[in-house]
Nanobody, 130 residues
Framework: QVQLVESGGGSVQAGGSLTLSCVAT????????MAWFRQAPGKEREGVAS?????????????VKGRFTISQGRASQDRATHTVYLQMNSLKPEDTAMYYC??????????????????WGQGTQVTVSS
């Protein structure tokens, strides 16, 4: 059973930084993509960044390029557990949203739309005040 557990959200002033973490367990593939999405009230869930665990190939939404960095920690020895981080710098009030971790089995040069993804974490709130 796939489990994705996020942590690290919180409140910060504009210009500040936060780092989100996501631990993935139980995924049936040794290599897969992990991604961060966000959803603000009244808006669709949008992809923020993704990373392919086998080669660190990363993709970013235009709105966060140069400010956010996705990375992965060392996988467990049996490659059953992966940890992904989202370092968020120069935060803006418009970055305020619930941030969700997701996983999918393929490598892509784009972040898939959320309806195409089955496995999600429970979300962690990020609030940026002006």
């Amino acid at each position: 059973q796939v489990q994705l557990v996020e942590s690290g959200g919180g409140s910060v002033q504009a210009g500040g930084s936060l780092t989100l973490s996501c631990v993935a367990t139980g995924y049936p593939y040794s290599s897969y993509s992990m991604a961060w999405f966000r959803q603000a009230p009244g808006k669709e869930r949008e992809g923020v960044a993704s990373i392919y665990t086998a080669d660190n190939h990363s993709v970013y939404a235009d709105s966060v390029k140069g400010r956010f960095t996705i990375s992965q920690g060392r996988a467990s020895q049996d490659r059953a557990t992966h940890t992904v981080y989202l370092q968020m710098n120069s935060l803006k009030p418009e970055d305020t949203a619930m941030y969700y971790c997701a996983a999918y089995s393929y490598k892509a040069g784009f972040i898939p739309r959320s309806p195409a993804i089955r496995d999600w974490g429970q979300g962690t709130q990020v609030t940026v005040s002006s």
